[in-house]
């Protein structure tokens, strides 16, 4: 009889939480270009591991980064995306 192996996925922590010197500010885009996906959603807690009170502040944050500019709102704004013009 074979026994298998339980698979125990790892446990996640707020990077906030856990670096308390990691600024988390809407200057910072390449920190939060980490909680955004490529099309530009913000990736949920429950798979980035943030705490309540810092996925809020992210939110926040992200959202003031896309009103200044300094990240896109969709892909289809990045530079790197090119449409098909015909």
Known sequence: MAFRKRFTPRRKFCRFCA???MPLDYKRFDI??????ERGKII????????????????VEIKRARQMALIYYT????????????
């Open 44 to 59: 949920p807690r429950r798979i980035t591991g943030t705490c309540a009170k810092h996925q809020r502040r992210l939110t």
């Open 75 to 86: 892909a289809t704004h990045a530079v790197s995306v090119q449409k098909k013009t015909i």
């Open 19 to 21: 670096d308390k010197e």
């Open 32 to 37: 939060l270009r980490d909680f955004i996906t």
